[in-house]
């Protein structure tokens, strides 16, 4: 059972839309909208790199050809170690069993002492039946790591084991992910000393994989051949095509005919027959390449085909041949509604316009997409016959999305597969399957080509990839990275020349694509950025439109339930009296008033929610969650001073009683919880909460940025309730919409999610009663920033038992490190230098 470890990428400094920022130079922001979209489509694609140099010539690390292919625009993400034993044996060695006798506590074990080459004989505890004195043996001391073959891996302790001491193992085949057996343990036939690493008596296999981010119109580089021409361009070095020179015809013994009548679906069709083959596992260096790029083996002529198409990129598909019916392979589409059997067993209701490949009676197979169950290899197959084809796109697309099927095969024909593989393809297949098998090729190579795929040619103007690249390349040099990406040059001239490019380059349409092949095989980064950049090569993030972003927030509410209101900034002037810090003299007088009632401008939102909710309540809707976006005007000396404030309003129920829930009564933290839910929106992360003592406020508290107050919240106080006959509870929260702005970000960085767990721990805390939660927050955020995640509250506590001016808070941290799995050392460091802080700090008792 191979094993896999992931490194970090080699190309880091390298986003996705740094990238696409260096693209501005090159296209339209018509075609850079269309490359963005492509790129965050982006598929991940397998590459081993010892697999890749048997089609090129490499000098330097995995990482530096990592770098090399992301510069040139096949993004490595990772690079994975793999290895075809999991964990490479490390830390297990031979050893030789000096003694081996019964335990005398238990009839089917037995105690042995074996020698690793250390001072002691190990003394080990044996429960095989076939250990004996003089074998030489796989020892797992204590402190190694053993990976069974199915589960999870086990770290080996000294123990004991019915009385007797146990210092290690002595391993079978299954207990070290070599295979399934467990007959026994492995005796090994060597002549190895003791103490020598097991991993130099087994050869095994590592490898390292590049995890490449392809965009969908890299549809060449679906394979290692695809990559390595890529890595032709940029190293100049020759590729190694696999070698069909032996391939030859052993027989006429099963000749089947092909007739295409859809040539438009089918403008190429290949085909070859073998005989007497024998269905069986793979060999170990076949099941070990295609694991490595994380493919399930199933037989020896389906890895075949696998191997084929990961190596060239061409989907092959084999069939059982005595089960065509009429020995005849026909290329057509069958009536609308044709019933045909997938080999998932589903049954699908063809369309008129899906391609089939059928024998004279029925559908076999789905082109390009799905076989059928009834001609597919199963183990009593004994003859095959091999197809290798080139479909239409158009075709292969429209039938995968009508039938939900997303295969391999579908996956590169609908791309777009390179017409003038199948050949190649085919040889190197039915070579691999007559060696697999022992069967033999039975026909001549069956080609049915009607009309050949041409170059495409297309005009290119010097001027114009000066212009769109932004500096000028040596004509030379724009030569020379053409022909080594097979794209040839022809009609050159001062002004130009004609870039005739091989059909698998599907991308590569317009004069825009060849001037893009240009730049990225020439180097993005060797293109200097001027030092005056104009509007016209770099794209900033958009200035805030405050408008917008307070449409977005109104519908965010009003999506959650809240009402919005509106109400009149002129008020009563005796309202100040009711709040201290409020100042009559401070009042915005108007000259011209309607009423003594309405003489003034406000100096808080507070007091028109207040009627609101007072006209609401009289008509009997008691649940209220009220917004609004209004200004106060205060009067500073021969000044004056006018702020846009947003105000939030509940009170009443959380929601009405049903029967699922029962009802409760709104409390402050429901109006925190839509208060920080607002700042989160805007992207205000780096803020402090503090308990404060406010003029219309029970309790309440005051979040801040720096030291500017973002907003003020709490329960309003009961005298400022009775002028307006109102007793429930009312929340409010006022926020300075000015400040807010200021503080909202509007650019953002995207990070993945981490691979690696979080991990709770609990604490109950023993603290002072006005020993606030945003205290233990605040306190918590500092001694441990890099790991803690979140902290809650989820019991509170308060009785006679722990004190009358005590409370007990029972406290959750998540942590989570996002580069490696924690372990219990280091989550216990870090919440034993919490609980330190917290008996330090705030003299709690730790209730343990």
């Excluded at 090129?56 to 290895?83: M, Q, R, W």
């Excluded at 308990?691 to 500017?708: A, K, L, N, R, S």
Aim: net charge negative; charged share 25%.
């Amino acid at each position: 059972m191979p094993s896999s470890t992931l490194s970090k990428p080699p190309n880091h400094t390298h986003s996705s839309w740094r990238k696409i920022a260096r693209l501005i130079k090159i296209v339209s922001y018509v075609e850079l909208f269309i490359f963005a979209y492509s790129f965050d489509q982006s598929v991940q694609m397998k590459i081993s790199f010892k697999w890749l140099q048997e089609y090129i010539h490499l000098e330097g690390s995995a990482e530096e050809i990592g770098k090399l292919l992301t510069s040139s625009g096949l993004e490595v993400e990772a690079i994975e170690k793999f290895e075809t034993i999991p964990g490479s044996l490390k830390g297990l060695m031979v050893g030789e069993v000096k003694e081996c006798k019964a335990h005398p506590n238990a009839d089917k074990l037995k105690l042995t002492k074996v020698d690793i080459d250390r001072e002691d004989l190990l003394n080990i505890v044996c429960g095989a039946p076939n250990v004996n004195n003089g074998q030489k043996v796989v020892v797992a001391p204590v402190g190694s790591t053993i990976y069974p073959f199915d589960g999870d891996p086990v770290k080996i302790n000294k123990a004991k084991i019915r009385g007797e001491v146990s210092e290690g193992m002595i391993c079978a085949e299954d207990e070290i992910g070599l295979g399934s057996g467990h007959e026994g343990i492995l005796v090994l036939n060597t002549d190895l000393p003791n103490g020598t690493p097991a991993a130099d008596f087994f050869k095994f296999e590592s490898d390292q994989i590049f995890d490449i981010g392809l965009t969908p119109n890299r549809a060449d580089a679906i394979s290692h051949l695809g990559v390595a021409r890529d890595l032709k361009a940029l190293t100049g070095e020759k590729i190694k095509f696999p070698s069909v020179e032996n391939f030859k015809v052993d027989n006429h013994d099963l000749v089947i005919p092909v007739e295409v009548e859809d040539p438009q679906g089918c403008p190429r069709y290949s085909g070859i027959t073998i005989t007497k083959t024998t269905i069986a596992e793979s060999p170990d260096w076949l099941q070990n390449k295609l694991k490595s790029i994380g493919l399930s083996p199933i037989n020896n002529v389906v890895d075949a085909t696998n191997l084929v198409l990961h190596e060239l990129g061409q989907p092959l598909h084999a069939f059982d041949a005595d089960k065509i019916k009429g020995g005849k392979v026909i290329v057509k589409k069958l009536p609308q509604d044709s019933s045909f059997i997938t080999l998932d067993e589903k049954e699908r209701k063809l369309q008129d316009f899906d391609l089939m490949i059928c024998d004279t009676k029925e559908g076999m197979c789905i082109a390009g997409v799905f076989g059928g169950i009834q001609s597919g290899i199963n183990d009593s197959t004994k003859n095959i016959f091999l197809e290798s084809a080139y479909f239409s796109p158009d075709y292969i697309r429209k039938t995968a999305q009508y039938h939900g099927l997303k295969t391999d095969a579908s996956f590169r024909f609908e791309r777009g597969t390179d017409p003038r593989m199948t050949v190649l393809a085919l040889k190197r297949a039915a070579m691999l399957i007559k060696e697999l098998t022992g069967g033999s090729i039975s026909s001549d190579i069956i080609d049915v080509y009607p009309f050949e795929i041409a170059n495409f040619e297309t005009r290119v103007l010097y001027q114009h990839i000066d212009r769109l690249i932004g500096k000028t390349i040596d004509r030379d040099e724009i030569h020379n990275i053409l022909q080594s990406l097979d794209i040839e040059v022809k009609d050159d001239n001062a002004k130009g020349f004609t870039a005739s490019i091989p059909p698998y380059r599907v991308d590569v349409l317009r004069e825009a694509d060849v001037i893009e092949e240009i730049l990225r095989i020439h180097g993005y980064d060797n293109v200097e950025i001027p030092s005056a950049v104009g509007s016209q090569y770099l794209a900033e993030f958009p200035e805030l439109d405050k408008n917008q972003i307070q449409y977005q927030l109104t519908d965010f509410l009003v999506a959650n339930g809240f009402n919005e209101i509106i109400t009149n900034s002129l008020t009563k002037p005796q309202y100040v009296d009711l709040v201290e810090g409020l100042e009559a003299d401070s009042n915005v007088v108007i000259l011209n008033k309607l009423s003594e009632e309405l003489g003034v401008l406000r100096q808080s939102l507070l007091f028109s929610g207040l009627e609101v909710i007072t006209h609401n309540i009289n008509r009997q809707q008691k649940d209220l969650y009220f917004f609004e976006f209004g200004k106060t005007y205060v009067k500073e000396g021969d000044k004056y001073r006018e702020t846009k404030h947003l105000s939030l309003f509940m009170t009443g129920n959380i929601e009405s009683e049903n029967w699922q829930y029962k009802s409760r009564e709104i409390e402050f933290y429901d109006l925190s919880y839509w208060v920080h839910k607002i700042l989160n929106k805007f992207s205000v992360t780096n803020f402090n909460s503090k308990v404060v003592e406010y003029p219309v406020f029970d309790y309440g508290m005051e979040i801040t940025v720096g030291p500017q107050s973002i907003v003020t919240l709490g329960k309003v106080k009961n005298k400022l309730l009775a002028p307006f006959d109102l007793k429930d509870k009312i929340f409010f929260a006022d926020f300075d919409w000015q400040q807010l702005l200021k503080k909202t970000k509007s650019d953002f960085e995207v990070k993945p999610i981490s691979k690696f767990p979080e991990v709770r721990r609990d604490l109950s805390l023993v603290i002072d009663k006005k020993v606030s939660f945003e205290t233990i927050k605040q306190i918590t955020k500092r001694q441990e920033n890099r790991l803690l995640k979140r902290v809650a509250v989820f019991d509170v506590y308060e009785g006679i038992s722990i004190g009358a001016d005590k409370k007990a808070y029972a406290l959750s941290f998540i942590l989570q490190d996002n580069q490696k799995t924690l372990t219990d050392q280091v989550i216990d460091k870090a919440m034993g230098k919490l609980m330190k802080t917290f008996e330090h700090e705030l003299g709690a008792i730790i209730r343990k």
